[in-house]
Structure formats: structure tokens, C-alpha cells
């Protein structure tokens, strides 16, 4: 009969440590993850997503717009276009808010007005 309850113990025992391995496999792989995601962060602030090179700050009105000077790509955050949009709205129905930026961003090669800041 002991034998028996010796048995059941151990049983519980090894189910006990499997459980704290999991739960410890668990929290190292979530922190991997999380050191990974932490790194590709770091590597890509400021940078182009397009081809890589190191992003510029441009400003347009207080607005700080991030500009490519390799592939001349601009990009702008939601917060960045809700401010350009206020500053828009503050000119009144004679806005003409667009072709300020794209005279902003003219490039003096192309005159691609779209692409290429100055
Ligand atoms: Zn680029």
C-alpha cells in the first residue's frame, strides 16, 4: 500500500516539475521574443523603409517630416498628418496647405514635386 502512495507522490512530483519547466521554457521564449522584437527596433529607427538609408527630419511648419535623401521617399505618422490637417483647417476654405508641402519637397533635379525633398 505505501508503495503505492509512494508511486502517486512521485507521479505528482514530476508533474509539478514538468508544469514549472513549461511555465519556464514559456517566460524564456516569451523574452527572446521580446529582446528580437526590441533589436529590429533599434536596427530600423530612422531608417528608410524603402531602401535603407538613414532618414532626415525635415520641417514643414513645426510639423518634423522624415525624409529619404537617397531614394527621396517622405514619411509621415498618423500624429504628423493630424497636425499638418489642423494647420489645413486653421487657413480657412483658401488653404492651399498641399501644394505648400509639395513646394516644400520640390526637388531641384527632377521637379518631381511628389517625391524628393530638398
Ligand atoms: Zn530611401
Known amino acids: ?55 532626415t527630419e525635415r520641417n514643414f511648419e513645426d510639423v518634423k517630416v522624415d525624409a529619404c535623401p537617397d531614394c527621396h521617399g517622405i514619411w509621415i505618422d498618423q500624429g504628423e498628418i493630424g497636425l499638418l490637417r489642423q494647420i489645413h483647417e486653421s487657413r480657412g476654405p483658401f488653404s492651399r496647405i498641399m501644394n505648400d508641402i509639395l513646394e516644400i519637397f520640390h526637388h531641384p533635379k527632377t521637379g518631381d514635386a511628389t517625391t524628393a525633398p530638398r
Open 1 to 55: 500500500m505505501a508503495n503505492k502512495w509512494d508511486e502517486r507522490k512521485k507521479a505528482k512530483e514530476d508533474e509539478y516539475f514538468v508544469k514549472k519547466e513549461r511555465e519556464l521554457l514559456a517566460n524564456m521564449k516569451a523574452k527572446q521574443e521580446s529582446e528580437a522584437r526590441e533589436a529590429a527596433k533599434t536596427a530600423s529607427y530612422m531608417k528608410c523603409p524603402k531602401c535603407g538609408a538613414d532618414l
